[in-house]
């Protein structure tokens, strides 16, 4: 099969999708969905003139791969996109199937507008699927992440990767570097933040400090990872779809310490493994941490990327089981009701 990619370029995830379609015996041609050019970034502060530059950018692209003959158009988001130039996709690629996966939820980029120019519709987020009728597809664990393990005679200790858009999510961050600090804790930080994020920080938190500009590099990430037992994951307040972040510490075997009070719906979850924090209370996160996995062994295949491409390549969606919410509410992690729907 031929595949036209047009994806949102984000850390290794999105080589590693392309190398799984490749793995998979089939051509790929991949395009970003929105330019590298820093002088076009820099359009961001004016918007208008920035869709106006990607709009271009996208019309460039199909002058170059018109006639091609691409058996499928697969999407890796699709809200930089006018609706004029995907219409000019699909007509250019008439006898292709046209799919879109979106690791956002409707609320923070609404793709629902462009539902009738695709074929397939799959998302990370199990309400917006059912509540629209979409396919469900959580994220994923890249294969270099895979069966990462610690001793188990290792001692507790934390690693934090992360996007700062926002500054709650920076000053989360360091109140919880704080407690760890204070606990003993060894706890190792690395965030990132683009233009417009460096710009929000900086009116908000003039002290701000320890932000990169650019992203990880994959050694890096992969030595943090093994040097720790737990991961903290600070989620979007509003957001249903497990983070990057807990997929792929589930895979590897690490403990998640997480805000996503939706984990507690997931198959996946048990209290030695993950451990919820309600806003800035961090209470209970050491002895979570010296608390052994019960099934250190597991490493979650129904999460890895292999099944992820999988899934997009034969139009096939995750199985959406749920751990009955009494169940969760015997585990002792649950706490109230009506505390856990206030965060």
Known sequence: MKILMIALDYHAYTQAIENEFRNAGHEVVRHSIVPDAFAIKALKLHEPTYLRAVARYHSDILARERGNGYDWVFFLQCHYFSRSNLEAYRSAFAGARFTLYNWDSIRTHDYLPYRDLFDDIYTFDPHDAEAENLRYLPLFCIR????????????????????????????????????????????????????????????????????????????????????????????????????????????????????????????????????????????????????????????????????????????????????????????????????????
């Open 144 to 343: 270099d992440f895979q069966g990462i393990r610690r001793s188990a005679k290792s001692d507790p200790a934390v690693y934090v990767i992360g996007n700062v858009a926002a500054p709650g999510r920076y000053l989360m961050v360091e109140a919880f570097r704080k407690y760890c600090r204070e606990a003993g804790i060894p706890i190792q930080v690395f965030l990132k933040a683009g233009l417009l994020g460096h710009i929000k920080l900086r009116r908000a938190i003039p002290a701000m400090r320890g932000v990169s500009w650019r992203s990880i590099k994959h050694d890096r990430f992969l030595q943090m990872m093994a040097s720790s037992t737990a991961t903290f994951d600070f989620a979007n307040h509003s957001q249903v779809g497990m983070t990057m972040r807990v997929v792929e510490n589930l895979c590897a075997g690490l403990k998640i310490i997480t805000s996503n009070h939706h984990v507690l719906d997931k198959p996946f979850y048990s209290p030695d493994r993950i451990h919820l924090y309600h806003g800035a209370d961090f209470s209970g996160v050491r002895d979570f941490l010296e608390t052994p996995l019960a099934d250190p062994d597991a490493d979650f295949p129904e999460y890895h990327i292999q099944t992820f491409a999988r899934h997009l390549i034969e139009g096939t969606q995750h199985v959406r089981a749920a751990r009955p919410r009494e169940a969760v509410l015997r585990s002792g992690d649950g706490g109230n009701p009506a505390v856990i729907e206030a965060v």
